[in-house]
């Protein structure tokens, strides 16, 4: 039976808002509205959009990073959140999946996350990074494989990865054995040079040939202000140019729009998933074509969490008012401690 459905998607080409605490919120629900006149189905955003791709951490040195590192902190994003409400509800508003790259704060650490909104709204997916790359891990903690999963979204499978994530085969190949329809990649954009984005081209567009699946990807860009913003340094503003390939692409590798390498904007196409199918029916990495009796992945997808309760009987799993140290320090049993 052919798959004879049409999904608009669009993948979002913009830059943050520097100056004003909640102005990339702002520019993320114009956008949306924006997509939803053209019908738009799935829209995708950069990574850490919200408030904004620590720029300063690739052309600064840490000693002199405190100030803007304290702010990125006191503008990132928490999960659940105002900021999680205001997106639910334009995606709810408008029957679309959003994928929102954010940084997320969880207490003192701060996350590069990404999160994936159904078309009623719902909190379908929140995943982060699992390795930040190089000067990103003085600003970022480290997720874990519970964040490798695709979400079963009203309109199709979505999986999403983080830029060099996408250098991790086993990372990818773990969202293909779930049978991904649509990849949701993001990249921050405006960094390193034209070198950057013809790299970007090179990694999604194999993705899409290895998993059978469609791939939008979204990149930031900064103004000329904002690039004078994050370093005075006309040799350092070098490295914060190029870098951007906003881009939807097909599971037979091939653009469906013209990429956008410039500036912001908006690029729109329709995915016809039956070529999905088409793909497939020639190499299935996860199906056909895989020889797991040879190669297989092995995937820890247990939350990482830094204390793990030692449950010692189902009344001690069912006691869930006592707090972790109350269920060490009282044998199963055991009345409680009376003062003399």
Same mark, same amino acid.
């Given at each position: 039976?052919?798959?004879?459905?049409?999904i608009?998607a669009?993948?979002?080409?913009?830059?943050?808002?520097?100056d004003?605490p909640?102005?990339?919120?702002d520019?993320?629900?114009?956008?949306?509205?924006?997509a939803?006149?053209k019908?738009?189905?799935?829209?995708?955003?950069?990574?850490?959009?919200?408030?904004?791709y620590?720029?300063?951490?690739?052309?600064?040195?840490?000693?002199?990073?405190g100030a803007?590192?304290? /702010?990125?902190?006191?503008?990132?994003v928490?999960?659940p959140?105002?900021?999680t409400?205001?997106?639910?509800e334009r995606?709810?508003?408008? /029957?679309?999946v959003?994928?929102?790259?954010i940084?997320e704060?969880?207490?003192?650490?701060?996350?590069n996350?990404?999160?994936?909104?159904?078309v009623?709204? /719902?909190?379908v997916l929140?995943?982060?990074k699992?390795?930040?790359?190089?000067?990103?891990?003085?600003?970022w903690?480290?997720?874990d494989?519970a964040?490798?999963?695709v979400?079963?979204?009203?309109?199709?499978?979505?999986?999403?990865l983080?830029?060099?994530?996408?250098?991790?085969?086993?990372?990818r190949?773990?969202?293909?054995a779930q049978?991904e329809?649509?990849?949701?990649?993001?990249?921050?954009?405006?960094l390193?040079g034209?070198?950057?984005?013809?790299?970007?081209e090179?990694?999604i567009?194999?993705?899409?040939?290895?998993?059978?699946c469609?791939?939008?990807?979204s990149t930031?860009?900064?103004?000329?202000?904002?690039?004078?913003?994050?370093?005075?340094?006309?040799?350092?503003?070098k490295?914060?140019?190029?870098?951007?390939?906003t881009a939807?692409?097909?599971p037979?590798?091939?653009?469906?729009?013209?990429p956008?390498?410039?500036?912001?904007g908006?690029?729109?196409a329709?995915?016809?998933?039956s070529?999905?199918?088409?793909?497939?029916?020639?190499?299935?990495?996860?199906?056909?074509?895989?020889?797991?009796?040879?190669?297989s992945?092995?995937?820890?997808?247990?939350?990482?969490?830094?204390v793990?309760?030692?449950?010692?009987?189902d009344?001690?799993?069912n006691?869930?008012?006592?707090s972790?140290y109350?269920?060490?320090r009282?044998?199963?049993?055991?009345?409680?401690?009376?003062?003399?």
């Amino acid at each position: 039976m052919s798959d004879k459905r049409i999904i608009r998607a669009a993948a979002v080409q913009i830059s943050p808002d520097f100056d004003r605490p909640g102005g990339t919120l702002d520019k993320v629900c114009a956008a949306i509205d924006e997509a939803a006149g053209k019908g738009v189905q799935l829209i995708v955003f950069p990574e850490t959009f919200v408030p904004y791709y620590p720029y300063f951490s690739f052309v600064r040195a840490p000693v002199a990073s405190g100030a803007d590192h304290m /702010r990125l902190y006191e503008e990132a994003v928490v999960v659940p959140g105002p900021v999680t409400q205001a997106v639910a509800e334009r995606a709810r508003m408008h /029957r679309m999946v959003v994928v929102l790259g954010i940084n997320e704060r969880d207490h003192g650490s701060l996350y590069n996350a990404q999160l994936i909104f159904d078309v009623d709204g /719902r909190l379908v997916l929140k995943r982060r990074k699992i390795t930040p790359t190089f000067h990103e891990r003085m600003i970022w903690g480290q997720g874990d494989g519970a964040g490798l999963k695709v979400a079963q979204t009203g309109i199709a499978r979505v999986g999403a990865l983080a830029c060099w994530e996408h250098y991790n085969p086993l990372a990818r190949y773990a969202l293909m054995a779930q049978h991904e329809e649509i990849h949701c990649s993001q990249f921050p954009g405006s960094l390193v040079g034209p070198i950057f984005a013809e790299q970007i081209e090179v990694t999604i567009r194999h993705h899409a040939l290895e998993s059978g699946c469609f791939v939008v990807n979204s990149t930031g860009w900064l103004t000329d202000a904002q690039i004078e913003a994050v370093t005075t340094d006309p040799k350092l503003q070098k490295a914060l140019r190029g870098g951007c390939h906003t881009a939807i692409v097909s599971p037979e590798g091939q653009h469906l729009a013209e990429p956008l390498t410039e500036g912001e904007g908006m690029v729109v196409a329709d995915l016809d998933m039956s070529l999905i199918t088409k793909r497939k029916r020639m190499m299935d990495s996860v199906g056909h074509y895989a020889r797991p009796e040879l190669l297989s992945l092995a995937l820890n997808d247990r939350p990482a969490v830094p204390v793990t309760s030692m449950v010692h009987s189902d009344t001690d799993i069912n006691a869930i008012g006592g707090s972790f140290y109350e269920r060490q320090r009282e044998p199963v049993g055991s009345e409680p401690a009376i003062d003399d």
